[in-house]
């Protein structure tokens, strides 16, 4: 199906775990985002990237790494997770980074 | 620093009951202004984009209006499948095409 897809849409881990959320889009779009969306907080951004083999950091990055060897996918990695991670993330595209289309979001909880 | 506040956090209308939403807000130098509907266990959906103060746009029943220091979205006649929670952002003109800073949103519910 065509658009942004994210996997897993939800997941348990424990601290201290590595962990890896997958995201996929079919538009070709160059820009791809990465948020973290908390109560009481807008949407975060954690890393952008402008195309392929070009990333950089967003407001909030420690904790994360990101990698984009494809233009289609744009994985986000907690290296070693923490409680304060336990949030929804949203994985965004566009081929104009004035306006950003959204995937359906990964439901993370570290206990 | 860039900042959004939305009010009110919550809104309960009957249907047909029109009202606004206001998005105040303080940036360096506006690019651009969006507006995003977001159902609860979903990412957000675009609705506008609005890029200088007298601009509208209308989408079915939601219309976006903007001046230099706050938006409205205007819903007329509402459904209740407009019950969604109704996020503003502000993408400044400095500071990268990244820079865009979310409100925290709008919590709209339509009653029957």
């Not at chain 1, 994985?75 to 949203?90: D, G, I, K």
């Not at chain 2, 249907?15 to 609860?40: A, I, K």
């Not at chain 2, 103060?53 to 209740?80: C, D, M, N, V, W």
């Amino acid at each position: 199906d065509a658009g942004i897809t994210q996997s897993p849409r939800y997941k348990i881990t424990e601290t201290g775990r590595q962990v890896t959320l997958m995201c996929h889009q079919t538009w070709s779009h160059s820009y791809m985002f990465w948020y973290r969306q908390d109560l009481g907080h807008g949407l975060r951004l954690i890393y952008y990237s402008a195309a392929a083999d070009i990333t950089d950091k967003g407001e909030v990055p420690d904790g994360y790494v990101v990698s984009r060897s494809k233009t289609e996918n744009f994985p986000l990695t907690l290296e070693s997770a923490t409680r304060s991670q336990t949030s929804v993330y949203f994985c965004a595209s566009t081929s104009n980074p004035e306006t950003q289309y959204f995937g359906p979001g990964t439901r993370l909880l570290v206990l | 620093e860039d900042q959004v506040t939305q009010s009110p956090e919550a809104l309960r209308l009957q249907e047909g009951e029109s009202s606004s939403l206001n998005c105040s807000y303080t940036v360096s130098g506006l690019r651009g202004l969006f507006w995003y509907r977001q159902d609860p266990g979903k990412g957000p959906e675009f609705l506008f984009t609005l890029y200088s103060a007298g601009e509208e746009k209308e989408k079915e029943r939601l219309k976006a209006t903007l001046t230099k220091k706050e938006s409205f979205l205007h819903i007329t006649a509402p459904k209740p499948e407009d019950s969604a929670t109704y996020l503003c952002a502000v993408q400044a003109r400095s500071g990268g095409y990244q820079k865009v800073t979310f409100g925290i949103g709008t919590k709209l519910q339509v009653i029957p």
